[in-house]
């Protein structure tokens, strides 16, 4: 079932985007919802996936920016951080994109943001463009990324961004190193975020 999903999904996704309400019944969505928004001045229709269950959101408003976000929950079993370093780690290329960081080269682009983020209980990719070419070939590489990673096939990419043994000459002592483990360690020190840990743990 999902994976009809993700394939599907992959080949529809420009005239997904693009197309208008009524065109979303042929690709397999029925209309949930919609809404106007007044405080964003924005008209808000929720889309679902009637053979898998995925949700799309379309947002019209006035705004220059052509604004995407793909979500996924990944509610933790523990504290290793797995989620965090799956995020790196499937932008480090895909299957259409095979480079060893097509997030670098993206940031050349015409975006106006361009970031992805793990949270306590989801992982967003997103991105945003006023250039409706740029804007679409960033959401093709985003969903490439997500969908067909190439880290599935590559271990060494996991304890590259996660973490992994270093030791550099035999007389120094085995270190820990890793992009996401590096990452942690700068967050992890500032009194603020110990706090707001601090806080999460009492109360949850």
């Known amino acids: 079932m999902s994976e009809f999903f993700f394939s599907s999904f992959s080949r529809v996704t420009r005239p997904l985007l693009k197309l208008t309400k009524k065109h979303f019944s042929s690709l397999g969505f ?9 405080e964003w001045k924005s008209n808000a229709v929720l889309f679902r996936h009637r053979k898998t269950g995925a949700e799309v959101m379309s947002v019209s408003n006035n705004d220059e920016n052509k604004v995407f976000g793909i979500v ?25 994109y095979p480079l060893k960081e097509p997030f670098v080269v993206m940031k050349g682009s015409l975006h106006t943001y ?3 983020s793990t949270y306590a209980d989801r992982t967003c990719y997103k991105v945003a463009s006023t250039n409706t070419k740029d804007f679409y070939n960033l959401v093709d590489v985003y969903l490439d990324a997500v969908f067909f990673p190439r880290c ?12 992994h043994f270093e030791l550099n000459d035999s007389s120094e002592d085995i270190t820990y190193k ?3 483990f590096n990452e942690m360690k700068g967050v992890y020190s500032q009194p ?6 601090a806080s999460q743990r009492a109360s949850f």
Do not use: M
Not at 152 to 163: N, P, R
Not at 192 to 197: A, E, G, S, T
């Open 192 to 197: 603020d975020r110990i706090l707001y840990r």
């Open 30 to 38: 029925e209309k949930v919802s919609e809404e106007f928004i007044p």
């Open 152 to 163: 599935v096939e590559d271990f060494q990419t996991f304890q590259q961004e996660g973490w």
């Open 114 to 116: 361009l970031n992805a």
């Open 72 to 96: 996924f929950r990944t509610p933790p079993k523990d504290s290793t951080g797995i989620a965090h370093i799956l995020e790196h780690s499937v932008l480090c290329g895909s299957r259409k």
């Open 178 to 180: 890793g992009v996401v």
